[in-house]
């Protein structure tokens, strides 16, 4: 008889078996913290009648919505949605998630495109809002992304855990009102 351990084949118990993080079609809620906010792009310009995405450019109108309404050639506004790419740590593992903008409304207590117009004025606050965010428990519900090419869990609801919890712009206006600029 050797003194090694005899080595476990996971298919003799197959109960055994890490569950993965997210059953294929489940939605998966738990608890987690804020490790870090990707502050480089939060937002992106949508078509303000269909939500297609559009180009940075602003004078670049949404091409659906100026073709079917070719009998009012009136041009579609844009505005812009919440995207935002974040770190967060489970009690066993630390990973990237995607927030769009209904999810990200509740963290940051505005639409994307007042956050865009405060970031504006205050070239830091992006950067800022990360850091105020940093550290945040949450309870997150995930879903795996519907399209193919995602490479990244999606956030589809959250809720602060603190009970002081603030969202970002908040704390960005105290910020900047403390520093005297408004």
Do not use: W
């Not at 078509?47 to 670049?60: D, F, S, V």
């Not at 490479?151 to 970002?168: E, G, T």
């Amino acid at each position: 008889m050797s003194n090694q351990p005899m080595k476990f084949d996971e298919t003799m118990n197959p109960q055994s078996r890490k569950r993965p993080l997210l059953e294929i079609d489940k939605p998966t809620t738990m608890m987690c913290t804020v490790v870090a906010v990707d502050h480089a792009t939060l937002c992106y310009r949508v078509c303000a009648l269909c939500e297609r995405t559009l180009p940075e450019n602003p004078t670049t109108a949404c091409k659906y919505c100026s073709f079917t309404n070719s009998f009012n050639p009136t041009a579609s506004g844009s505005k812009r949605l919440f995207r935002v790419l974040m770190s967060i740590a489970t009690d066993t593992k630390v990973f990237v998630v995607i927030m769009f903008d209904r999810a990200a409304r509740v963290l940051f207590g505005c639409s994307a495109d007042e956050f865009f117009d405060f970031a504006k004025i205050h070239p830091y606050a992006a950067m800022a809002a990360g850091r105020a965010l940093e550290g945040e428990m949450l309870t997150v519900t995930l879903t795996t992304p519907k399209n193919g090419n995602a490479q990244h869990l999606r956030v589809a609801s959250v809720v602060p855990l603190s009970s002081s919890f603030q969202p970002a712009i908040e704390t960005l206006r105290q910020l900047y009102r403390e520093k005297g600029v408004s």
